[in-house]
Nanobody
């Protein structure tokens, strides 16, 4: 069965950087028509999309992270990454990796379009 396992979270000072990794098992990066994404959820807030990457490499970002975060994937390693720079206190949240199932034409807009989810990794930004 598909498993997504996040790592790389931690506590970092404002302006610092972190790199999150999502290792996927039983999820084929070799085919086309899939989407992988990072979501986050802060206490008391709804889960929100942070960044997504389609199988052809097309990326999309939430406005709040554009220019600071970069999503990428390594097909050979079956992994997707989130490079986070210039971190702010409002970036503090649990970060989740998500993946779609079947063949899709583009990345879903909301979380309901993603079938597979990791357990999350905590990111805390302190001043």
């Amino acid at each position: 069965q598909v498993q997504l396992v996040e790592s790389g979270g931690g506590s970092v000072q404002v302006g610092g950087s972190l790199r999150l990794t999502c290792a996927a098992s039983a999820y084929s990066f070799a085919i086309s028509g899939y989407c992988l994404a990072w979501f986050r959820q802060a206490p008391g807030k709804e889960r929100e999309a942070v960044a997504s990457i389609y199988s052809d490499g097309t990326t999309d970002y939430a406005q709040s992270v554009k220019g600071r975060f970069t999503i990428s994937k390594d097909n050979a390693a079956n992994s997707v990454y989130l490079e986070m720079n210039n971190l702010r206190p409002e970036d503090t949240a649990m970060y989740y990796c998500a993946g779609t199932s079947g063949v899709i034409q583009y990345c879903p807009v909301g979380s309901s379009g993603f079938r597979f989810w990791g357990q999350g990794t905590q990111v805390t930004v302190y001043s």
